[in-house]
């Protein structure tokens, strides 16, 4: 099929038939989102931008082949909540989550992930003060 499709051209309606959109929202794209549609191949008659079909599809190939690459987002861990314990409003998915799984309200959780984060201003536990002997 590839052998086929190598001389094969198309405009916004084309590519509006490979990327399931209205070829309005691809022109607008093309202006304002260039990096989410393909580079153009050939520019046409008035200049219209066409795209070499084969060109196209590899393109979608090597980008969906990018795109699985991407390392996934890390799971909210222990310490992110500690260092989050101070915020205000409303809790992001992955705290309410969290909470759930241990049985608790957010605000309980941040409770005692605040507890649970040493200050600054809190002395170590292992450090002797003068005067005490150990």
């Given at each position: 099929m590839e052998q086929k499709l190598e001389g094969l051209t198309c405009g916004y309606e084309g590519l509006g038939v490979i990327f399931q959109?209205?070829?309005?929202?691809?022109?607008?794209?093309?202006?304002?989102?260039p990096e989410t549609l393909p580079p153009p191949s050939i520019v046409?008659?008035?200049?219209?931008p066409l795209w070499i079909v084969a060109?196209?599809?590899?393109?979608?190939?090597?980008r969906k082949l990018k795109?699985?690459?991407?390392r996934q987002q890390p799971a909210l861990t222990a310490s992110m909540l500690n260092a989050r314990a101070h915020w205000k409003g409303a809790p992001k998915?992955?705290?309410?989550?969290?909470?759930?799984?241990?049985?608790?309200s957010v605000r309980e959780m941040r409770r005692r992930n605040a507890a649970a984060v040493?200050?600054?201003?809190?002395?170590?536990?292992?450090?002797v003060k003068d005067g005490e002997a150990g």
């Open positions: 959109k209205a070829p309005s929202t691809l022109k607008s794209d093309f202006s304002r989102k046409g008659v008035k200049g219209r060109d196209v599809l590899d393109w979608i190939r090597a795109e699985g690459q991407k998915k992955q705290e309410r989550l969290a909470a759930e799984r241990l049985g608790i040493p200050r600054a201003s809190d002395p170590d536990p292992g450090q």
